[in-house]
């Protein structure tokens, strides 16, 4: 006597072999294409499985015969998959590196959400002295645009856009140079940002030769970090949370950055079961 499995045991049994077979097939195209095109887990799973379909049917119309674990049929397959995530990857290279505008075009624009002006980094122009309360600024400006969709801080310029230069954050300098000056802000992002978020942010300097007198000014670059970046403003004080609203940079309660980062970092499939599990360990354990 015959027995017949039901349908719906071959679609629930064949349901998580597509799914692990895409992630592998997602897993090694991006190692393949490593540096040429980041993707997260999900979508290189999507387009795997897509990629996969299309390997498959190639596969079937030059071959009926053709099987789904033949070398064929698995070689088209792994073909489209890694093409399908290079084609996604460069697409979405193109998109998100947009050609940067120059300071001087910053300049004419003016502050926004994405562009912030400081006069200096470390002097108080009223007192004339070294504050360390223009290091914290600098740094909380920086981990609102890292928290937020990245941004440009202009250093040695004015509220009105005019350029200032350097010349008084260099003279608390020993050595005044731009040198000595990018390993001053790189340690205080370090300190305060922690440095894998301090590596993140590109520091380049412009010699403004349309300006009187040809200032320098400070271009801080940061893009969008992964995860949430946390300001560290002194011994005895709590992570703070900082993010870029409009034209400046706010601090949020603990309750909105709770909020904030579920939502702009939310947990990844994986983890987020894991984290249930542990949760429900817990409270079993407690009863």
């Known amino acids: 006597m015959t027995t017949t499995i039901p349908v719906v045991w071959l679609i629930a049994a064949a349901l998580p072999i597509i799914l692990l077979v895409a992630w592998a097939f997602g897993a090694f195209a991006r190692w393949v294409l490593r540096g040429r095109a980041r993707l997260g887990v999900a979508t290189s799973v999507v387009i795997s499985i897509m990629g996969t379909a299309i390997g498959l049917l ?22 489209m998959s890694i093409a399908g995530i290079a084609i996604y990857g460069a697409i979405a290279a193109h998109f998100q590196h947009p050609q940067r505008d120059s300071v001087a075009e910053m300049l004419a624009a003016g502050e926004s959400d994405r562009v912030e002006f400081k006069s200096t980094a470390r002097v108080n122009l009223h007192t004339g002295a070294k504050d360390d309360r223009m290091e914290l600024v600098i740094a909380k400006t920086v981990c609102g645009f890292l928290n937020g969709d990245g941004g440009t ?14 010349e008084a954050d260099y003279a608390t300098l020993k050595v005044p140079d731009a040198d000595r000056y990018e390993l001053f ?26 300006a009187a007198g040809e200032p320098v000014v400070c271009r801080l670059t940061c893009e ?52 249930q599990f542990r949760a429900a360990v817990r409270f079993s354990e407690q009863r």
């Open 58 to 79: 190639i596969a079937g119309w030059i071959s009926p015969q053709a099987t789904p674990w033949g070398l064929m049929s698995i070689v088209l397959a792994l073909g």
């Open 185 to 210: 802000l790189r340690d205080l992002l370090s300190t305060s940002l922690g440095q894998n978020a301090a590596a993140a942010v590109g520091i380049e300097f412009t010699t403004m030769t349309d």
């Open 153 to 166: 801080l202009l250093v040695g310029v004015d509220d009105a856009g005019t350029p200032l230069g350097l």
């Open 224 to 275: 969008p970090s992964p995860r949430p970046v946390y300001l560290r403003s002194g011994k005895g004080v709590g992570p703070e949370l900082w993010v870029r609203t409009g034209n400046s940079t706010r601090q949020l309660s603990v309750d909105e950055a709770n909020s904030y980062v579920m939502h702009r970092w939310p947990l990844s499939l994986g983890a987020t079961v894991a984290a």
